[in-house]
């Protein structure tokens, strides 16, 4: 079974430009997750999708959003680019049982200048 | 009051010698789960271990078990016969509630393992 997919790996974007990240759960997962790792605030939880709709959110400003497709499939968006975004997000799929982990994928590291 | 808090920033461990990731937790949920990952320098997260809540027994994966003391709200995870390949940020989580898939994470332990 292939594992959580996410492109692209690595990005460079400049501030004030906006991104979209991808993300491609395991097959018959239906929850996507989405975490913003950094240095200084360490892991921190974004988004959750869940057939189509965002079940939880974290504490991050609006310029974050995302969506998940009919095919389970979410992409990630940051718009109006800061240096502070400068992370590795990090996708994750479930199964949605209680004893499930979440599966993560390698993680995009972007980069803003 | 943090969630999850990992005390040990880093640790030095001989190799083939076993090693304790302290976890502590604070949750009011009665239902919840821990989860331990492993972070190689790759960046990627690697499940490791689970201990639900309810669950009466310490969970073991391989060389990897959970010590859970649910009334001292620890979690601490034991590698047994550590080898250099365990070298890596070690990262305790917590999922709270049930329908949500929202982990909760320590600031992480960093394991060097020494030949």
């Known amino acids: 079974k292939a594992g959580v997919t996410q492109t692209p790996r690595y990005l460079i974007k400049t501030r004030g430009q906006q991104v979209t990240l991808s993300c491609s759960p395991i097959s018959g997962h239906r929850s996507v997750s989405w975490y913003q790792q950094t240095p200084g605030q360490g892991l921190q939880f974004l988004f959750e999708?869940?057939?189509?709709?965002?079940?939880n959110k974290g504490n991050f400003p609006g310029r974050f959003s995302g969506r998940q497709f009919s095919n389970s499939r979410s992409e990630m968006n940051v718009s109006t680019l800061e240096l502070g975004d400068s992370a590795l997000y990090l996708c994750a799929s479930s199964h949605e049982t209680d004893h499930s982990p979440l599966h993560f994928g390698n993680g995009t590291r972007l980069t803003v200048t | 009051a943090q969630k999850i808090t990992q005390t040990q920033p880093g640790m030095f461990v001989q190799e083939k010698e076993a090693v304790t990731l302290d976890c502590t937790y604070d949750t009011s949920d009665q239902s919840y789960g821990l989860f331990w990952y492993k972070q190689p320098s790759s960046g990627e997260m690697i499940f490791l271990i689970y201990?639900?809540?309810?669950?009466?027994q310490n969970a073991t994966e391989g060389r990897y078990s959970l010590n859970f003391q649910k009334a001292r709200k620890s979690a601490n995870l034991v590698i047994s016969a550590s080898q250099l390949g365990d070298s890596a940020m070690y990262f305790c989580?917590?999922?709270?509630?049930?329908?949500?898939?929202?982990?909760?994470f320590g600031t992480g332990t960093r394991l060097t393992i020494i030949p």
């Open positions: 989580a917590m999922r709270e509630g049930r329908g949500n898939e929202k982990l909760t």
């Open positions: 999708y869940f057939s189509e709709t965002q079940r």
């Open positions: 201990q639900g809540s309810y669950d009466e």
